[in-house]
């Protein structure tokens, strides 16, 4: 069993779900996001989800995107998004981090080399937003060839077939896309994700986490009552963006990452049955 | 061009995933698969149908002005040597490109599909003009995405735009270019999927645009086929149009592949020179990659991050260029060269003093490497230019280059 799929599991059997934070490798600049990635263990993270930077992120909100231009100006590319996987594994080797990303980067440096790359750096799986299930068996194959999960999109706008092909392809746990837009956007309906949920548990019984246009404890909770984990992504990013904006020190910044963190961790366990 | 090439191959792509080889394909997020499915689905049928083509072809006769003329350039010709050269005037369409050609077409998918709003993205401004002029005759909202440096050096297509209605939303992240714009407005189509369609304005993009571009185009070169063979009874030897995107040349030379005396000539931004590395030339420098939801040739660095492009010329200034393009590239059944800036300039001054017609700096690439290769040919040689659009846009940047201040 994959390291995603044995921390979902271990989860459940608590009654608790996951939580997933989203940074970008390399925003605010290098050196701290490694540190943020223990801070962010340290105060509930269950996964962590890494941004590789990539120059024209498509699904992604302003928030985003601007944490994504400032990794590339601070030069974070994909080969350090891996050395960053590495040095993270020197003091947590349980954590399952996974990369999110892009196309391009990783089929640029070849499906074959990443898999070998991210297997030897301790990765334990990839969400490329832009490689949809038409288009993923060369991926795929490299990456069960390293007993990598590759964890798949299920949108709104998903019809039922497609759900059941997707989930027949997908391992570790499926990430439900809340609402019809980009990241960080207001329109989160929580009855509306628990429609969709639904109807994906018909077709699998992979673990589903849900992200976009969750923000804090609040809509976690409110989505959270009927997934099994949660991403937050645009809150965290601007988070650590308004911080630095400001000049905060290192340390400040993994504490108002960490703030968010550990008060969406808490408002999760609240609602564990 | 490889001799033995199988022409059959020509009617054969996209397959059914949208490739032209290991090109093209549906590089999007999960939010816009249903979409795309959608559209191909109506298109494929709609392409069957005689009503449709019928509204189609009447918009394009008495709407667009088609069919355009073929003319023959004698001053520019004899100007420049050797072969003769004919202007397919694309210029002459109502808004002064071929982009309405494309628009025309996908804004009746648009009302088949009952969407009310309709999106765009754009460069030069001539695709968000062309979308925002058929968006105002069938009551559609309209938003067009536009890289901010578009919308200052393109000032005057800006306020067309919004003369015709339009909002002209810009851009301002990356390169404040094309593909920024690009970027932009797949960002409000994925929030606005249920009631927008995306008008994209070149053969680039997720299939089937690069399939349903090319086709709404490929006017351009039946055209230009028929008119040869009627006014110089033979078909030409070359075809030269100007690649950005490349919906003009895909027009223009798609209806000419399978004839195999044809050599056709796609000619891509050089910018300050390709050994500069300002440029917009992906065809002739760069390598493959996924952007915009297609696997083509990119200008892309070693890390496979998108690079910065230049071109004096605003459609051309992108750093990708549509899936059929890099397979017919690989096929060598299209040769991609490039006119620099400079090229370009000399170009639209020629053209303009010799012919009095003023073609767009797009064009003027095309116009610049067709001379050159005008001048190795005979004068029983005839070379077609696609002019694909009008220079009135452009005359705020030369003015610029040659230091005049309004």
């Known amino acids: ?56 992120p498509m699904s992604e909100g302003p928030v985003i995107q601007k944490a994504h231009e400032r990794a590339l100006a601070s030069g974070a590319r994909l080969r350090d998004a891996l050395a960053m996987v590495a040095t993270f594994r020197e003091q947590d080797t349980e954590t399952p981090v996974l990369l999110m990303g892009y196309a391009n980067p990783v089929e640029h440096m070849g499906y074959a080399r990443f898999a070998d790359q991210a297997a030897a750096v301790g990765l334990d799986g990839l969400l490329t937003v832009d490689i949809p299930p038409e288009e993923v068996a060369g991926v795929n194959a490299e990456l069960h060839r390293v007993g990598m999960d590759n964890i798949f999109l299920i949108a709104p706008t998903t019809p039922k077939a497609r759900i059941e092909s997707i989930v027949n392809q997908a391992s570790g746990f499926i990430y439900y896309v809340a609402l019809k837009g980009v990241t960080g956007a207001g329109n989160l309906d929580a009855d509306d994700v628990a429609r969709h949920l639904a109807h994906i548990r018909e077709a699998t019984t992979l ?38 904006a400001e000049g905060a020190s290192q340390e400040d910044l993994l504490r108002v990452a960490a703030e968010l963190v550990a008060s969406i961790r808490s408002g999760l366990d609240s609602i564990a049955s | 061009m490889t001799t033995d090439l199988n022409t059959k191959i020509f009617a054969s792509v996209p397959d059914a995933e949208g490739r032209f080889g290991v090109y093209g394909g549906k590089f999007v997020a999960e939010t816009l698969m249903s979409a795309l499915s959608e559209l191909e689905a109506l298109y494929r049928q709609l392409a069957d149908d005689q009503e ?64 009310r709003r309709v999106i765009a993205e754009t460069g030069a401004g001539q695709h968000g003009v062309a979308t925002a002029t058929i968006a105002a005759r069938l009551g559609l909202e309209c938003h067009v995405f536009m890289g901010e440096e578009d919308v200052r050096r393109q000032a005057l297509n800006v306020y067309r735009m919004k003369l015709l209605g339009a ?6 992240s990356g390169s404040r270019t094309l593909k920024d714009a690009m970027n932009e407005a797949m960002r409000d189509w994925v929030t606005n999927v249920d009631d927008t369609f995306y008008i994209i304005g070149t053969v680039a993009g ?50 000419f592949l399978e004839d195999e005396s044809v050599a056709m000539y796609g000619v891509e931004a050089g910018g300050h020179g390709v050994a500069s590395g300002e440029h917009a030339a992906p065809l002739t420098a760069g390598t493959p990659g996924v952007l915009h939801g297609n696997r083509t040739y990119l200008m892309q660095d070693e890390d496979g991050q998108i690079m910065h492009t230049h071109s004096v010329s605003a459609g051309l200034d992108y750093p990708g260029v549509g899936p059929e393009h890099s397979w017919l590239k690989d096929i060598g059944r299209v040769n991609y060269v490039t006119a620099d800036d400079a090229e370009a300039l000399a170009a639209f001054h020629d053209l303009t003093r010799t012919e009095g017609i003023m073609p767009a700096l797009e064009s003027a690439h095309a116009l610049a490497y067709a001379g050159r290769l005008a001048a190795t040919m005979t004068p029983e040689q005839t070379i077609i230019v696609n002019l694909s659009g009008r220079g009135d846009k452009d005359i705020h940047t030369v003015a610029d280059i040659d230091g005049i201040d309004f």
């Open chain 1, 1 to 56: 069993m994959s390291k995603i799929a044995g921390r979902f599991q271990q989860l459940a059997a608590q009654g608790r779900k996951a939580l997933v934070p989203y940074i970008v490798a390399g925003d605010p600049n290098l050196a701290s996001t490694v540190p943020l990635m223990h801070a962010l263990v340290a105060a509930g993270a269950d996964i962590i989800e890494l941004g590789v930077p990539f120059s024209d």
């Open chain 1, 207 to 244: 673990p589903l986490a849900v992200g976009f246009g969750i923000k804090d404890a609040e809509s976690a909770c409110r989505v959270g009552a009927t997934a099994d984990g949660v991403v937050v992504g645009s809150a965290l990013v601007d988070v650590i963006a308004q911080a630095a």
């Open chain 2, 52 to 115: 449709f083509q019928r509204e189609l072809d009447e918009d394009l006769a008495h709407y667009v002005g088609r069919p355009s003329p073929l003319y023959e350039a004698r001053r520019w010709s004899d100007r420049v040597g050797g072969a003769r050269i004919l202007l397919k005037r694309e210029d002459l369409n109502h808004t002064g490109a071929h982009k309405v050609n494309n628009t025309v077409g996908q804004a009746l998918l648009a009302k088949h599909m009952g969407k």
């Open chain 2, 167 to 172: 909002t002209v939303v810009p851009v301002t």
């Open chain 2, 206 to 255: 997720p299939h089937p645009y690069p399939m349903l571009v090319r086709d709404f185009q490929c006017v351009i070169g039946r055209e230009a086929r028929a008119q040869s063979l009627a006014q110089t009874g033979r078909l030409p030897d070359a075809l030269v149009a100007c690649v950005g995107g490349g919906s003009n040349a895909i027009g223009l030379f798609h209806p």
